[in-house]
């Protein structure tokens, strides 16, 4: 009587060491690609909300001494009830970029101060902290400006609009006493996000 052939199956042990072999030669490739295109991500971002210059110490330090006529004047301190309640600090052009505060909003020293015709120009971060919150506002909102000498100066938004960074319209001189906010907005901070207020008397 012949003998049945039997058929023997082979253990996949030799796949299975190929696989796990493969599996671990693709996981440090695999942290490598996730970690340029997170590196990447974070450099465009940094490019987009740092166009205007981060102030340093020194600059600060040596405008914070500089006597300007009606320095009682500047603004001091910015409320708008729910949404923001900062510091001002005084900002000024450098290399023909704004200077920015990192924990306060900014007040460009150049523009217009409250109580004088034309535009005040503040800005800062888009935090929460900070200025972040004015793209939640609807109009017709108040705004109190503070100024050094104690001062409070009202503004009803009229105004809102998120532009393209070139779009710098809302930055120029104005007849008449007008508050402009300004922050970034949109994703990675592409855009910017306007604010437009007019004085309450």
């Known amino acids: 009587m012949p003998r049945r052939r039997t058929k023997q199956i082979q253990k996949p042990a030799k796949r299975k060491q190929r696989f796990a072999s493969l599996s671990q030669l693709n996981i440090p490739i695999a942290l490598m690609v996730v970690g340029i295109f997170l590196m990447a991500l974070s450099g465009l ?3 987009f909300r740092y166009q205007a210059l981060t102030i340093s110490e020194t600059i600060l330090g040596q405008y914070a001494s ?3 006529e009606g320095a009682e ?3 001091v301190h910015i409320k708008i009830p729910w949404f923001v309640d900062v510091d001002i600090s005084q900002q000024t052009l450098v290399a023909n970029q704004w200077t920015i505060a990192e924990k306060e909003a900014s007040h460009l020293a150049s523009s217009a101060r409250p109580g ?3 535009n005040i120009i503040i800005y800062g971060h888009n935090t929460r902290q900070i200025m972040g ?3 939640a506002l609807k109009g017709n909102e108040i705004i109190t400006l503070t100024t050094a000498d104690g001062q409070e100066h009202r503004y009803r938004i009229t105004k809102i609009a998120e532009v393209q960074p070139d ?3 809302f930055l120029l001189p104005t007849q008449t006493e007008t508050l402009t906010l ?3 907005s949109g994703f990675m901070d592409r855009l910017r996000f306007v604010v437009r207020g007019e004085r309450v008397e």
């Open 45 to 47: 971002h940094w490019y």
């Open 66 to 68: 500089y006597e300007v």
């Open 73 to 75: 004047r500047r603004p």
């Open 116 to 118: 004088e015709q034309g």
């Open 133 to 135: 919150n004015i793209r």
């Open 167 to 169: 779009e710098t319209e």
């Open 182 to 184: 300004y922050t970034c």
